[in-house]
């Protein structure tokens, strides 16, 4: 995991979306809280969850 990666996750926090249809998780495909018309990365709480604990951007 890159420097990169922590300031993408930062700044660029999708908006949730209020009802379908919801983006797909990039990595499991499963819908997401986020608009499908967001674009950008997308994850489902549980990836979301995931890369959080795998990344560990403290700073
Ligand atoms: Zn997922």
Same mark, same amino acid.
């Given at each position: ?5 922590? =300031?993408? +996750? @930062?700044?660029?926090?999708? %908006? ?9 998780? !990039? =990595?499991? +495909? @499963?819908?997401?809280?986020? %608009? ?9 709480? !549980? ?13």
């Amino acid at each position: 995991m890159s420097e990169d990666y922590c =300031l993408i +996750r @930062e700044t660029a926090k999708p %908006p949730k979306a209020d009802a379908p249809p919801y983006a797909e998780c !990039v =990595l499991c +495909r @499963e819908p997401t809280e986020y %608009p499908e018309s967001y674009k950008g990365i997308t994850l489902c709480p !549980v990836c979301e969850w995931q890369e959080a604990q795998r990344t560990a951007c403290s700073g």
